[in-house]
């Protein structure tokens, strides 16, 4: 069932309406350290971010668009956010060029990890470290938070991303 009064949601997370040259009609988005960034700002910071990973694996366009199964062409408008980046393509990228998704949506939305840049930066850290753990660890150090707070253990379900959490 929707939520009948839109606005009630659209205050409780902080929404902000906005413009963007994205998008013909007035949008919602969450505010971030420094405003509200663009939708084309977005995607010059995962432009730049593939740009990184593809240089630190010391491939260039042609290799890489090779692997992905597009032109090279193709691939650089990518890396110059001429063209959108689909999700799939966000995590086939991450497969071949050895970054964490988590990682890339933090370059275009560090906002979306915490309440300031330094929070963020940590949280980014503190997850980075948690997908480097073996599993008994991970396994381990899950069931020492859930006792830490036990009422927010049934808040995050692998399959489902959160629920009964207000914002």
Not at 72 to 101: C, N, Q
Not at 133 to 156: F, G, K, N, W
């Amino acid at each position: 069932m929707a939520i009948k009064d839109v606005q009630t949601y659209i205050d409780r997370r902080g929404l902000v309406e906005t413009n963007d040259s994205e998008v013909d009609k007035p949008i919602y988005r969450k505010p971030g350290f420094n405003g509200v960034r663009s939708l084309l700002e977005m995607e010059e910071e995962l432009s730049r971010y593939l740009r990184e990973r593809r240089d630190a694996q010391n491939l260039n366009r042609e290799q890489v668009g090779m692997m992905v199964g597009i032109h090279h062409e193709i691939y650089a408008r990518h890396e110059r956010a001429g063209a959108k980046l689909r999700v799939t393509r966000l995590l086939h990228l991450a497969e071949l060029l050895d970054f964490s998704p988590i990682e890339a949506l933090y370059a275009a939305a560090p906002h979306l990890f915490g309440e300031s840049e330094q929070e963020a930066e940590v949280k980014l850290k503190l997850i980075l470290r948690m997908l480097d753990l073996p599993a008994s660890t991970a396994q381990h150090l899950l069931m020492m938070i859930e006792e830490l707070s036990p009422d927010r253990s049934a808040d995050v379900s692998p399959k489902r991303g959160r629920t009964g959490r207000q914002g």
